[in-house]
């Protein structure tokens, strides 16, 4: 497998992380406002401060995923360049 192929690789298990802490950040958001309707502070407390450590871990996935995305596109463009390159001939 070449650099190209298994960077993009890389980025699709990136994505897929991206994606699931999205949707548990998501479900804990729903359990946040059931908690506030319900009047239960210790336990809302307690869901906003994950909600909050899961926000950082997004952010930095997020990050990682856009550092990808750059090695992803310089790895294309250099293979482009070798494989489109004329051959010298002395």
């Excluded at 307690?46 to 871990?57: C, G």
């Amino acid at each position: 497998m070449d650099l190209f192929e298994r960077l993009v690789n890389e980025q699709l298990k990136t994505m897929e992380k991206l994606l699931c802490l999205q949707s548990e950040i998501e479900r804990c958001q729903a359990m946040e406002k059931q908690l506030i309707k319900l009047g239960k502070e210790a336990e809302l407390q307690s869901m906003q401060e994950k909600i909050r450590q899961m926000k950082r871990q997004l952010r930095e996935i997020q990050k990682m995923f856009e550092k990808q995305t750059e090695e992803v596109i310089l790895s294309y463009q250099n293979e482009r360049r070798h494989t489109h390159e004329p051959s010298s001939t002395c």
